[in-house]
Nanobody, 121 residues
């Protein structure tokens, strides 16, 4: 099937930057939408940013002007550049991809394993 592997999380001081990466692999025919979500313990995942295959982007209000989502279709990879980080950005971040597999015409959502982002004051 399809696997998504995340990297780039860690500990950073307020005002600093991180870049998250998420690489998809497997029996991929195409990847349509890709997105980053965040989740706190016991809470529902919420959308941070998304990007279509053609490059159209959407951002949550709390990251507009600070975060940038991008993708490299040749590498099946999506990135989240996180600048001007704040302590309230401390969450586990999950990558999501809507994928059409080589075995089907249907699209399915896949999730990365999650990567911790911690911002200290």
């Amino acid at each position: 099937q399809v696997q998504l592997v995340e990297s780039g999380g860690g500990l950073v001081q307020a005002g600093g930057s991180l870049r998250l990466s998420c690489a998809a692999s497997g029996r991929i025919f195409s990847i349509e939408n890709m997105a980053w979500y965040r989740q706190a313990p016991g809470k529902q995942r919420e959308l941070v940013a998304s990007i279509s295959r053609g490059g159209s982007t959407n951002y949550a209000d709390f990251v507009k002007g600070r975060f940038t989502i991008s993708r490299d279709n040749a590498k099946n990879t999506v990135y989240l550049q996180m600048n001007s980080l704040k302590p309230e950005d401390t969450f586990v971040y999950y990558c999501n991809a809507r994928v059409r597999g080589t075995w089907t015409r249907y699209e399915s959502d896949y999730w990365g394993q999650g990567t911790q982002v911690t911002v200290s004051s």
